[in-house]
């Protein structure tokens, strides 16, 4: 179903191909805590292009692809490739696709997957483009929902912080309509989700509310994921200045949301969710990070054709 696709954005997948995404992982989620010896995508090499800093991304993705026996070469950094020396996107993924079987990037620029999409032959999976799209995030938070809450469908989830910057709620936007969930969004004004998503997600059949009382809308959420403010794409520095620290959830916050709440985060965090809530069950937000293998050796195998 997913041979020789490029996963490009969460708008692309229908219902089949997500169960089966989750469907395998947690099949080599049983393998992986098994301690079997997967030999998959034994003979493949996978090439992790990082052209904007990564540590969940990159190395998840880097373990996924050894877990699923595969060998790795890659780029950590856009001053480590000739990418340093003036050589275009184009230029660089038309060299790198004869060296590999399948390219996962990350790039700073909005759209840039589809531009290497477009000048590679084998599957390009985007780890990132900007403040586009991030839909190996999104697919590793929904199998964390699905694992967390039981199921994946009819949940009132609240999505706080940066909701104009944040590509991973970008994509989770469109899992999370899929699924028939009731959207809250809150952010500063200045950070509000773009018009042209929430009329896409509306127009696919959401539900969205949009306020600025962070208590009232976790009072009714049964899942709150929080993001950073996107500092490293804000033009005037000053302007980050004023909203960071914006929202902090803390325990104290959790103690009077709806009870048995859970709590997600893309991670990486700066200040947006305090320590004190890390021994809180429903924190979830390291168990999300781990989920990030299994489902990334989902994708590996399944666009590769050898699941
Ligand atoms: C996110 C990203 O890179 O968009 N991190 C991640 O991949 N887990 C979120 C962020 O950087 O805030």
Redesign the pocket.
Known sequence: MLKGKDILNTAQFSIDELSLIMDTAADYEQKVKNYEIIRDMDGRVVACLFF?P?T??RLSFESAANRVGARVISVSSAGSSSTAKGETLVDTIRTIDGYIDVIVM?HPEIGSARIAADNARHPVIN??DGSGQ?PT?ALLDIYTIRKEKGSLEGHTITFLG?LKY???VHSLGYFMTMYKNKMIFVSPESLRMPEELTADFRSRGAEIEETDNVSEALSRSDIVYV??I?RERFNNPEEYEKLKGSYIIDRNTINKAKKGITVLH???RVDEISTDLDDYEGAAYFRQ?HN?IFVRMALLALVSGVR
């Open positions: 904007e990564s969940r991304t990350r780890a990132g991030h995030q940066d944040g590509r991973t993001t950073r996107q893309p991670l990486p990070a990030g």
